[in-house]
């Protein structure tokens, strides 16, 4: 070391191992007698009630009115679960159908959960292009064919054309897709395979063909 | 006191002379005694931070260093087991330093250090240090951990994960922010933790039997985040991080600043975060970008060495994308997307863009602690804090209502404890402590969608009291605690007129805890941990009611759950027979009784959208054991190598079926070459340069049966990575870099844990470029 040096002392901590020390258990007390004390911090408190959400967007009834092609009795397939997800089981009136004839089909979406019915299907239309509502029947002489468009020209499906033939009997099911791919292949002429999206409504109904 | 002395000691030389003092020829040279001892301390670690130059004291305690320019120098000293100490001083002239290194009680920091080692002395743990963090800029708390050793994550895409530890997660894992248990949603799956990894310096995960003063309710783990004391530096200090991320074209950027005065001292951290859409080895998984905005600010003040008070405020805020072709309706839906090599709504196209669905979360925290040393063998700790968490939720809806959250909730907790810590005769170390936890939990109605989580009120109490002591070769843990739990709850009933329903429950939770370490030699030790715990059901168990749109599924809570237990014992033996080798195996096996679970009902449920499988909260008694195993090696003087396994069984005993939702057995690995000397490229010298080779394979869930899910486990896979690093030092300046390559053959996979494997492939190759500056 040099002789013309600068000395500087550094006081380190580092631990190790703590030494211990006297003077113990007399402050036990005081200690214990603190932290019960905080626990009396303790306060009540019940919560308020809750305002209930109004569930405007729920769809409580589907109704597929089917009007004869040159007049006849209005067929009403019917679907209608008031107490929404859960809770009773939904209610669904299917219909007969007659042989060989074509029905002017229109939609029908409602919310009547609420003291006020809600009309749904007013929402849809208002936002035709990212809905559509697809038919499938296990019927292949039930065929549905599409009597509306939206703004870009491609179908929306709240008006439609059935068409029944040979009598049978089976189902049709009605589903709605929120934001589906309209141009994907196939799904302009009904068929649901390639559209994506997700499903709002799908209901099926019990049909007879006489 | 020995800070006041350590400051006196620094103002004033005690002998100044005249030196040559030229231009890069003095020398600073000390000698480091043992306070204790009186005896000269080798081995002590002395490094000169701005020339990276370091060396070791000898067997007299001396160090030195020649031919340094005149300046200002932060000396480090490091010395086997403590943290690292930085002190700053200005070189005038030839300068010796008198280093005493003291271990008594009369130092108060140490105590700090002291007492969290103690703690988890026994407990079996593994933990990721600052560098880790500063290296890792891109990834989020449970991306941190994820390479640990008997840690797992559950995902939701890639933005959302969260830490599951041993098969346990949510309600069952505690996670400490800075020593308060973090609140907010953690019930949920697709929730990650509301927590900035870069405001910490170290992550610990507690793997033993429960850590009985960290709360109630983890029935086998603790998440420690932990921000260090704010070191003792007169000068402005602090660091920048970024990171950019080829996949997702993320950026990451973290600045931290911080200083010691003589009035305070404190520290601010932020952190910015922007990503966008990710990509799999083949395709874009639109709307799965995120963004990020944290802050955080720390002060501490001492007075006389008595009193230390502590103020952290932290504010997390996120935006997080969810994948568009995982947002679904009801099971045909489900169904469809299964079948599908590409999700829906792929586009072949980048985006920044987040929309719904999507979620907005605020976390924000403040906490004040008063550390108090009544004597010199008795401490107090006093913490208040506030937290509140703001989560929404956004669902693709109709009529412009893609705007409103869907779900949204507010949550305030309140945070009250007192600890008391003493040091009894012959090495006995006694704590007692008080926590008090007041939840406020309020749905906001904007939504339009009944509450999936109901509004509730609660109130936790829980006092506890642990004993350790230190034998020869010995230490011995004991610990008890009671809780208290009031639940107010209210519920709105579903149906035509909805009703509201009000709760009262009352819960009382008792844990345990009996551990010892034994050193059977210098180089073997063995650890025995045996908790018992007991957890009540958690407000999602008891009242969850509705559509968990996430999971396409009716999720239904059951208001006459039990209080779970259970019995968690692990063994843990370390063996280092040299310093080339270490070897760690850790045994754990968890008994459940009323293990509370969410199991697939048989009923399938008609809704006007068609049919959903409903899920009820159930309970069984259970069993997870398992296994973690890790290898570390040099297998030449620069070459390392790290070997890890894990595996782990979990069993609905009472059924004889395989538990869902539980990790994968897997198997990483990793070499390290580490230059030994400085790279010299023209004026830039090269250190610490770093080359690592990693690789992970996890193994498919086989211990599941088909009819447990909606598909098949997803197979096996592999992921190579590849990291470099490097400290640039010029003369002006040092400069970490990094580049790591994450799954480098561009794999398509999908991880089990991962909810997002119903409809795409994980993600892809993907670069990180980062840089970190300290100064």
Redesign the interface.
Same mark, same amino acid.
């Given at each position: 070391?040099?002789?013309?040096? #600068?000395?500087?002392?550094?006081?380190?901590?580092?631990?190790?191992?703590?030494?211990?020390?006297?003077?113990?258990m007399n402050?036990?007390l005081v200690?214990?007698s603190?932290?019960?004390l #905080?626990?009396l911090?303790?306060t009540?408190?019940?919560?308020?009630?809750?305002?209930?959400?109004?569930? =405007? =967007?729920l769809? #409580?009834s589907?109704s597929y009115q089917l009007s004869p092609i040159g007049g006849g009795d209005i067929i009403t397939l019917s679907?209608q679960?008031?107490?929404?997800?859960?809770?009773d089981?939904?209610l669904i009136t299917g219909g007969t159908l007659s042989a060989n004839q074509s029905y002017v089909g229109s939609l029908d979406l409602m919310n009547e959960?609420g003291e006020t019915p809600i009309n749904?299907l007013l =929402?849809?239309v208002?936002?035709a292009e990212e809905h559509q509502v697809f038919f499938e029947s296990n019927l292949s002489t039930v065929n549905i064919t599409y009597g509306d468009e939206d703004a870009n020209n491609f179908p929306l499906g709240v008006m439609t054309t059935l068409t029944t033939g040979a009598p049978d009997s089976g189902t049709l099911t009605i589903?709605l897709r929120?934001?589906p791919?309209k141009s994907a292949a196939g799904v302009s002429e009904g068929d649901i395979t390639n559209a994506?999206? =997700? #499903?709002?409504?799908?209901?099926t109904f019990p049909i007879d063909v006489q | 006191m020995?800070?006041n002395?350590?400051i006196f000691?620094?103002t004033f030389?005690?002998?100044?002379?005249?030196?040559?003092a030229q231009d890069c020829k003095l020398?600073i040279?000390?000698q480091?005694i043992d306070?204790?001892t009186g005896l000269p301390l080798s081995y002590v670690n002395v490094l000169i931070r701005e020339i990276s130059n370091g060396t070791n004291t000898d067997d007299t305690g001396n160090f030195?260093f020649n031919n340094i320019c005149e300046g200002e120098y932060h000396l480090i000293?490091s010395?086997i087991?403590?943290d690292s100490?930085e002190?700053h001083?200005d070189l005038? *002239?030839?300068?010796?330093?008198?280093?005493?290194?003291?271990? &008594?009680?009369t130092?108060l920091?140490?105590?700090v250090?002291?007492g969290k080692?103690d703690n988890q002395n026994n407990q079996p743990n593994s933990s990721v240090n600052r560098q880790a963090i500063e290296d890792n800029t891109n990834q989020n708390l449970a991306g941190l951990l994820e390479n640990q050793e008997g840690v797992h994550l559950i995902k939701n895409g890639s933005g959302i994960s969260k830490p599951v530890v041993h098969g346990l997660y949510g309600n069952r894992l505690t996670i400490l922010n800075n020593g308060i248990a973090q609140s907010g949603q953690q019930w949920g799956n697709d929730h990650s933790p509301e927590i900035d990894p870069f405001s910490a310096d170290k992550i610990i995960v507690l793997k033993g039997a429960n850590a009985i003063e960290f709360g109630s309710g983890n029935l086998g783990a603790v998440v420690l985040v932990e921000p260090k004391k704010i070191g003792r530096e007169p000068h402005l200090h602090g660091q920048i991080n970024y990171a950019y991320e080829t996949n997702g074209r993320g950026n990451s950027l973290n600045a931290r600043l911080e200083r010691y005065t003589s009035l305070f001292a404190w520290r601010v951290n932020g952190t910015l975060k922007k990503y966008g859409d990710r990509k799999t080895a083949s395709y874009f998984l639109n709307n799965t970008g995120l963004e990020e905005a944290n802050l955080s600010f720390q002060l501490e003040k001492s007075w006389d060495e008595k009193v230390f008070f502590d103020f952290y405020a932290s504010t997390f805020n996120t935006r997080l994308g969810v994948l568009r072709?995982s947002?679904?309706?009801?099971l &045909?839906?489900l169904d469809?997307a299964l079948n599908r090599e590409i999700p829906?709504?792929t586009e072949p196209t980048f985006s920044y863009k987040i929309e719904a669905p999507k979620q907005h979360v605020s976390h924000h925290l403040v906490k004040f602690k008063t550390k108090y040393y009544?004597? *010199?063998?008795?401490t107090?700790d006093f913490v208040v804090a506030g937290q509140l968490n703001n989560r929404k939720e956004f669902d693709?809806?109709?009529?412009g209502?893609t705007d409103i959250p869907a779900l949204h909730i507010a949550q305030t907790t309140s945070n009250?404890e007192?600890k008391?810590t003493?040091?009894?005769?012959?090495?006995w170390k006694l704590k007692?402590?008080?926590q008090?936890i007041?939840t406020?939990n309020?749905?906001n109605?904007?939504?339009?969608?009944?509450?999936l989580i109901?509004?509730?009120?609660s109130?936790k109490?829980g006092?506890f009291a642990t004993v350790s002591k230190r034998l020869k070769n010995i230490d011995f843990n004991f610990g008890i605690r009671y809780d208290y739990e009031?639940q107010?709850?209210?519920t709105?009933s579903?149906?035509?007129e909805?009703e509201?329903i009000r709760y009262k429950n009352q819960f009382h939770n008792i844990n345990g805890l009996v551990s010892t370490k034994f050193d059977i030699s210098k180089a073997q030790s063995i650890s025995w941990n045996i908790g018992y715990a007991t957890r009540n059901p958690g407000i999602n168990e008891l009242y969850s009611?509705?559509?968990h749109q996430g999971v396409s599924g009716?999720e239904?809570g059951d208001i006459n759950l039990n209080t779970e237990t259970a019995l968690k014992n692990t063994l843990e033996y370390k063996w280092t027979p040299n310093a080339n080798f270490s070897f760690n195996t850790l045994l754990y096996h968890q008994l459940f009784n009323d293990y509370i679970f969410l199991n697939p009902q048989d009923e399938i449920?008609?809704?006007?959208?068609?049919?959903?499988p409903v899920f009820t909260y159930e309970q069984s008694n259970a069993t997870i054991y398992g296994l973690d195993i890790s290898a570390q090696f040099t297998i030449r003087r620069s070459l390392f190598g790290l070997l890890k396994y894990s595996y782990l069984k979990g069993t609905n005993t009472e059924e004889d079926l395989p538990l869902v939702f539980m990790p994968p057995n897997n198997v990483y690995g990793s070499i390290v070459y580490r230059a030994e000397k400085l790279i010299t490229l023209n004026s830039i010298q090269l250190e610490d340069t770093e080359i690592e080779l990693n690789n992970k394979y996890v193994f498919s869930q086989n211990n599941l049966l088909a009819s447990q899910d909606f598909v098949l486990p997803p197979s096996a896979y592999n992921l190579l990575g590849l990291k470099l690093s490097t400290n640039l030092i010029s003369s002006h300046y040092k400069i970490r870099c990094f580049v790591e390559a994450n799954n480098l053959f561009n794999v398509a996979y999908r991880d089990y844990l991962n909810r997002q494997r119903y409809f795409a492939d994980d993600i892809g190759l993907s670069l990180t470029f980062g840089i970190n500056y300290k100064f």
């Open positions: 070391m040099s002789p013309n040096a #600068t000395l500087l002392h550094l006081h380190f901590i580092f631990a190790h191992k703590l030494t211990l020390n006297k003077n113990i402050k036990n200690a214990l603190l932290i019960l #905080t626990s911090l303790f009540n408190c019940e919560k308020d009630d809750p305002e209930i959400p109004n569930e =405007e =967007e769809i #409580t589907l679907f679960d008031l107490d929404g997800d859960g809770g089981s939904p959960a749904i =929402e849809v208002e936002e589903i929120h934001e791919n994506g999206g =997700e #499903t709002d409504i799908q209901v | 020995f800070n002395k350590f000691c620094l030389f005690l002998a100044v002379f005249n030196g040559a020398n040279s000390g480091v306070e204790g030195s000293f010395h087991g403590c100490k002190f001083f005038l *002239e030839d300068t010796f330093l008198n280093v005493i290194l003291t271990h &008594t009680s130092s920091e140490g105590v250090i002291q080692k072709g947002h679904i309706g009801n &045909t839906d469809q829906f709504f009544y004597d *010199e063998s008795q107090f693709v809806r109709r009529s209502r009250i007192l008391y003493q040091q009894l005769k012959s090495e007692v402590g008080n008090q007041i406020d309020t749905n109605p904007e939504t339009g969608i009944l509450p109901p509004d509730y009120f109130y109490a006092q009031l107010n709850v209210v709105i579903r149906g035509i909805s509201i009611n509705g559509l009716i239904e449920r008609q809704t006007i959208r068609g049919f959903f």
